[in-house]
């Protein structure tokens, strides 16, 4: 047996990456070209999911799309990837999905095992993980009006 870590997957970058920002900052013909592969490979994905014909032709616009975009990415967006050309974790304020400050997590996409609010913008996992909580969470609930 090898002590291999692997299976948890390798911690990406620090900080996000702010999607809106780097798209407002892109020349018009990149916006295009990134804004271009999105709806082919969409366009491709719905109609193969529906079981579409031609068949091969959304699934050639799915996979097509997904390179092309990819691809364009890499070419148009460098800051999206840190040093050793790992992305960066988009925020998804950019799409208006509300998500943890911390970990990323959203309403839909908890974290393993399951989490919830403790801030509007911090999940209980990432609270959890936090050294400066002012004060205990239970103090509220537990306590009977005391004065
Ligand atoms: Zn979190
Ligand atoms: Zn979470």
Redesign the pocket.
């Known amino acids: 047996m090898d002590g291999d870590d692997q299976e948890e997957g390798q911690p990406g970058p620090a900080g996000t990456f702010d999607v809106l920002a780097a798209w407002r900052g892109l020349p018009a013909d990149c916006q295009e070209a990134i804004g271009a592969a999105a709806l082919v490979h969409i366009l491709g994905l719905m109609g193969s999911m529906q079981g579409l014909s031609p068949a091969q032709g959304y699934r050639a616009a799915e996979h097509e799309g997904i390179q092309s975009l990819e691809q364009a990415v890499l070419t148009h967006l460098p800051d999206a990837f840190d040093g050793d050309g790992l992305p960066r974790r988009p925020e998804l304020a950019g799409i208006d999905v509300h998500a943890?400050r911390g970990?990323g997590?959203t309403q839909d996409h908890?974290?393993e095992g399951g989490?919830w609010w403790v801030e509007e913008d911090l999940?209980?996992?990432?609270a959890g993980q936090a050294v400066c909580v002012s004060a205990p969470i239970f103090d509220e609930a537990g306590r009977t009006n005391e004065k």
Do not use: G, N
């Open positions: 943890c970990c997590c908890a974290c989490c999940c209980s996992t990432c």
